[in-house]
């Protein structure tokens, strides 16, 4: 594990488990990083933000859904190492619900993501996004108890 390479310093990235019901929304990763790997929707914490700010922003941004209810979950230390561009992420994770049931997750930076949909969580799909891959197989639920 390196420390101190003189890297990119970290940064921090905000993810958020939108929950309905047992189905959580994930896309598949249009990037150098994770490249075509089911993820969470979320993104780069900007100056200022709160992190409910920065996940509703996102969220907005990505699907066009309004979120409601946001709350920290955890956050996780991840290297992105093997691609062209190293990059080390914080990323806090958050748990939100829909503001408004009845909106239609849409695809607004077809750039970035295949397309929204909901999974259930017992039957998600694959391949996972590693770090979020890697959560799953540590137990991690966002639902809460
Ligand atoms: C980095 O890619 C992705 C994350 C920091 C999310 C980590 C997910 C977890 C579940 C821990 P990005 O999409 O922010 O950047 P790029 O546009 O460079 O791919």
């Given at each position: 594990t390196p420390t101190e390479t003189g890297g990119p310093a970290p940064k921090v990235a905000v993810a958020v488990f939108l929950l309905e019901g047992k189905k959580v929304l994930l896309g598949r990763r249009r990037s150098s990083?994770?490249?075509?790997t089911f993820a969470l929707p979320g993104g780069n914490l900007e100056y200022g933000e709160s992190f409910e700010g920065c996940a509703a922003r996102e969220l907005k941004e990505e699907t066009g859904l309004d979120i409601a209810n946001t709350e920290l979950l955890t956050v996780t230390n991840n290297l992105f190492?093997?691609?062209p561009t190293p990059a080390h992420y914080i990323t806090v994770l958050m748990r939100s619900s829909m503001a408004n049931p009845s909106q239609v997750p849409q695809n607004l930076e077809p750039e970035k993501c295949d397309g929204w949909d909901w999974y259930n969580w017992d039957n998600l799909p694959s391949p996972l996004f590693w770090p979020l891959e890697k959560m799953v197989q540590s137990g991690f639920s966002p639902f809460p108890i």
């Open positions: 990083i994770g490249q075509s190492d093997d691609g």
